[in-house]
């Protein structure tokens, strides 16, 4: 992501947009892990950020498109708290890295007690 100055221009990476997307997930209510309910101790460790269920891309037109595999707490209002990850991850993207196109896909894919 390149941003434009009045003294020059600013580059945001893919994998610090990432990092921000991670933190702002894990002050969420409702998520007990970001990632595929089987990773083990070795892949979550010599893994990419990718198999940590986030993935950002930047589409030609400067759209973030941002999809999140998370394994939410039994007995969460699913839908609640998808949509406040949305929102604050939008919000935080926003005001962090002045990004006005941003979608954000979150994929449910476990409950956990």
């Known amino acids: ?13 893919l994998q610090a947009i990432s990092s921000i997307v991670k933190k702002v997930v894990s002050e969420s209510y409702g998520p007990v892990n970001v990632g595929s309910p089987q990773q083990g101790f070795f892949s979550r460790i010599l893994g990419s ?23 939410l707490e039994y007995g969460v209002r699913i839908p609640a708290v ?8 939008f919000h935080r993207l926003k005001v962090l890295t002045e990004a ?8 449910v894919v476990g409950l956990r007690d």
């Open 82 to 89: 998808v949509a406040n990850i949305q929102e604050n991850v």
């Open 100 to 107: 006005n196109n941003v979608k954000v896909n979150v994929y």
């Open 1 to 13: 992501m390149l941003i434009t100055t009045e003294y020059g221009k600013i580059e945001i990476t």
């Open 49 to 71: 950020e990718e198999k940590h269920g986030i993935k950002v891309t930047e589409e030609i037109d400067g759209t973030l498109e941002i999809d999140i595999e998370l394994v």
